[in-house]
């Protein structure tokens, strides 16, 4: 696969925002119409102001702080950011040619801040700071075995295991070879050369545009950096509208006490029905079949979590353009697939309460486990209780300290268990789907050689997927093919890195299995002032990814 990219410059990222999701702009006053440059007159009478320590460094690669880290990404380009749909666009790399667990990345004719030419070598220094860091970009290169500079414009990656979204991990900064160890008169530690939009002038502490930046001139010149050294005073510059915009992935569910306009900012956080298959009930996948059936996801997203979430319609973000075409979960109910499934383990009647009940009377009742802590979560979980009952399916919450919810998790102590995970940047759900994997709990054991079931659960996946590439899963057996085993998505997603299964067929299985229950995914929201025209497009890659084109309204 070969990708290219003639990068003049930056590609906005437009986002509209409406009060049924998040993904875009809502605003507390009127918006004037852009202007393409600030007027000479407009430009002194507005300032940019972003939060800032002091007392951290500026360094992507050792920054503790959360705003520093994101003023970082203002002066290091990576090779390659995420826009908003979760597709790769090229930034200092210019080619990108992935062939198995090889990767060529043919570098622009860049320059960093002080002039020199960013080179390979500079790339392969910069993926050895990203591995020894503590920060995000460690995960980012964790697929990378290897790396050299073929010449000073190509570097060669290998890879440990193929992987066809590859290109999505190379977003993390590069900084100039050796100049991470630069120190000023005083002996403090300068921050490292990038080739980033700005430049950091520490005397004054603003950012100022950066003459060599190969995107050409930016609407907003200089950046003024206000110190913030804690959380307290981080909220007071918030609350006094100091600050010219603020970024927040809201993990907390705390919306910060900003006043101006907002853009939601689509994420990767999955947030899910963790289930455990040794539990009598759900180890039936007739029963998780149900139990996803009866959701009403997009009630979920707007209610849990006041619209700063996307209902999941896969494990995958709805707004990835890879898998936006082949969803395989229902948003709203389906009562009949909830019926169907119910009804083929013995659950036909209900009892007086609504509920579902066997032969022997005995209701469907399961234990939600959930972390008290979170109130999002604690209030999905009231939601999934209700939405449940509706169906006929009984749901206890049992909400627990964030200790304990952990201890639980990793004990096996739960039927089903509200959690979120992160998704790396190449959507890779391996430890989400397979025994063992970092962020799996609950599955059952492999097994070399599966029965198929004699009657398959009734699902939502797209059985055509299955059929183009010869998989076969528990959704699409019939007759005779009944007789082969079960591919579990585990084994599905082992050869889709194999390349010996598309994505479509890993989306299938997944949705045959449910080795976990996907809700929703969560959205971050940046805020920003009024003066502002346009707001930064910001991306999971880069909460600045269209600064270039920002201006003051006149």
């Known amino acids: 696969m070969k990708l290219k990219a003639l990068a003049a410059g930056l590609l906005a990222a437009a986002l509209c925002f409406s009060a049924a999701g998040c993904g875009g702009d809502s605003e507390t006053e009127p918006v004037t119409s852009a202007a393409s440059s600030p007027a000479s007159g407009s430009a002194a009478a507005h300032t940019f102001t972003l939060a800032y320590s002091s007392t951290d460094t500026l360094n992507p690669y050792t920054a503790a702080t959360k705003s520093n880290q994101e003023i ?61 860091s503590t920060t995000r970009y460690k995960t980012q290169v964790d697929n990378i075995r290897s790396a050299s500079a073929a010449n000073s414009s190509t570097v060669s990656l290998t890879l440990h295991k193929a992987d066809p979204y590859a290109v999505n991990l190379l977003d993390f900064p590069i900084i100039k070879q050796n100049s991470d160890s630069r120190t000023d008169a005083d002996n403090q530690a300068l921050p490292p050369i990038g080739s980033g939009r700005y430049t950091y002038d520490a005397e004054s502490q603003t950012l100022t545009a950066n003459p060599s930046y190969m995107g050409g001139s930016l609407n907003i010149s200089t950046i003024t950096l206000t110190d913030t050294p804690d959380d307290e005073a981080l909220e007071h510059a918030i609350e006094v509208g100091s600050l010219s915009m603020y970024y927040t992935d809201l993990s907390d569910n705390t919306l910060p006490k900003m006043t101006g306009k907002s853009q ?109 802590d979170n109130s999002a979560r604690l209030n999905a979980a009231e939601r999934i209780k209700e939405q449940l009952a509706e169906a006929g399916i009984e749901i206890t919450v049992r909400s627990v300290n964030w200790e304990a919810y952990n201890a639980e998790i990793a004990a096996g102590s739960f039927d089903l268990y509200l959690g979120e995970v992160k998704l790396t940047n190449n959507m ?87 080795p976990v229950i996907p809700l929703l995914h969560r959205c971050g929201q940046v805020t920003y002032s009024s003066e502002l025209a346009t707001g930064p497009g910001s991306t999971v890659s880069d909460i600045f990814f269209d600064i270039a084109s920002c201006s003051f309204a006149s």
Request: with cysteine.
């Open 264 to 372: 939601s900012v689509p994420l990767n956080n999955l947030v899910y029905l963790g289930v455990n298959f040794s539990d009598g009930l759900l180890s039936h996948p007739e029963v998780r079949q149900a139990v996803s059936a009866a959701l009403n996801r997009t009630v979920l997203a707007a209610s849990a979590y006041y619209d700063h979430a996307l209902p999941a319609s896969s494990p995958f973000p709805s707004v990835w353009s890879a898998a936006a075409a082949m969803d395989t979960l229902p948003l709203t109910p389906n009562t009949d697939q909830v019926v169907a499934n119910l009804e083929k383990i013995g659950y036909n009647t209900r009892d007086d309460d609504g509920f579902f009940v066997n032969a022997n009377g005995q209701r469907l009742s399961l234990q939600l486990l959930c972390n008290v």
């Open 428 to 514: 890779d759900i391996t430890q989400l789907v397979t025994y063992g994997g970092t962020a799996a709990f609950g599955l059952p054991a492999p097994v070399s050689s599966q029965p198929a079931a004699t009657s398959a659960p009734t699902s939502s996946a797209d059985t055509s997927a299955a059929a183009e590439s010869g998989t076969t899963t528990s959704a699409v057996t019939s007759g005779q093919e009944a007789q082969a085993p079960v591919l579990t998505t585990a084994d599905v997603v082992g050869r889709y890195y194999a390349g010996e299964a598309m994505l479509s067929d890993v989306m299938a299985a997944f949705a045959s299995e449910l």
């Open 72 to 132: 970082s990404q203002l002066l290091f380009d990576p090779l390659v950011k995420l826009d908003a749909n979760f597709e790769p666009v090229f930034v200092l790399a210019e080619t990108i040619t992935l062939d198995g667990t090889s990767c060529v990345i043919r570098l622009r004719d860049a320059q960093f801040s002080d002039g020199s030419q960013v080179t390979a070598e500079d790339v392969t220094y910069s993926i050895a700071r990203a591995r020894e």
